[in-house]
């Protein structure tokens, strides 16, 4: 069975210092496009599972969303890394899906689509509902947010800096291990 990286985008990929309405506004965290080819050089399954609710709320459509994951997932390949696959929930914030973290859906979806082995597979996320979802879904959880996180539970797995720091600790590790 495969291991994956379930990541969040926006924070841990791209910066965020605003809602990514389109393309223009989209630019990556030093380090996200190396920390992604590692996974690769490593054998794990890399997905996006991040909440868009703007397109839901009307303030970007649907086909500006998928023109920056077609950017984003370009750009990675260029770089040398692979996305296995994108969801997004573009549901509003309050619709009540399944599939909004911290909700588990998109995460289990993939996991059952994919056949990956949760055991040895990870959340990244910089918001405390990534972490909600990734330990919804079994997975390990990693958080790379500056919310304090104190008498929160439950509490993440690992807390890194960035996606590459996660990475370049959270495989090495592995790798030594087996």
Not at 37 to 66: C, I, P, S, W
Not at 73 to 95: D, F, Q, S, Y
């Amino acid at each position: 069975m495969p291991k994956a990286f379930f990541l969040d985008r926006d924070g841990v990929i791209n910066e965020n210092p605003h809602p990514i309405n389109h393309v223009g506004q989209f630019a990556f965290i030093p380090g996200a496009l190396d920390a992604i080819r590692m996974l690769r050089e490593h054998d794990y399954q890399v997905f996006v599972v991040t909440n868009q609710g703007g397109v839901g709320l009307g303030f970007m459509k649907q086909e500006a969303l998928d023109e920056i994951h077609r950017h984003m997932n370009e750009r990675i390949a260029e770089a040398g890394g692979m996305l296995t696959e994108i969801v997004a929930c573009t549901h509003k914030p309050k619709e009540g899906c399944a599939c909004r973290k911290p909700e588990p859906g998109m995460i289990l979806e993939l996991v059952r689509r994919h056949n990956i082995d949760t055991s040895r597979s990870y959340m990244v996320g910089d918001f405390y509902t990534d972490i909600q979802a990734g330990h919804r879904a079994g997975l390990k959880t990693v958080y790379i947010g500056k919310e304090e996180l104190k008498g929160k539970t439950p509490q993440p797995d690992y807390i890194f800096d960035s996606l590459f720091d996660a990475v370049t600790s959270l495989v090495g590790m592995s790798e030594r291990s087996h």
